[in-house]
């Protein structure tokens, strides 16, 4: 089952534009002046996509003056990470299973 917080993150992560600007945030933290230099879209656009990841715990920001300047959120990173984390091993776990309960064949000894 997937939590809240999990389901709102995957759903920030469902944009594009989200992403990229999750990236470009990978450099540090950046004005959304900067970013939007970066992406076809407007400044007002780009705030909109910032407050949408922001609300899903994957950016904080901090105010110097009249500009925002935005940079990644450890914490709602690792709650992503711990996510993909239970489905991959759920999926190594499903494997191991399968690969336990098929059974062998005993070989066929030759006769010289």
Request: net charge positive.
């Amino acid at each position: 089952m997937i939590s809240p917080d999990q389901g709102a993150i995957l759903a920030a992560l469902g944009d594009a534009r989200r992403v990229e600007i999750l990236r470009q945030l990978t450099g540090g933290p950046r004005s959304v002046v900067a970013l939007a230099r970066e992406l076809p879209i407007s400044r007002p656009a780009v705030s909109q996509h910032l407050r949408v990841l922001s609300l899903a715990g994957l950016v904080t920001h901090r105010r110097a003056g009249r500009t925002h300047y935005y940079q990644l959120d450890v914490r709602g990173l690792a709650a992503l990470r711990t996510f993909l984390d239970s489905l991959w091993q759920a999926g190594l776990d499903d494997f191991k299973a399968a690969a336990e309960s098929t059974t062998r064949r005993p070989q066929r000894r030759t006769r010289k």
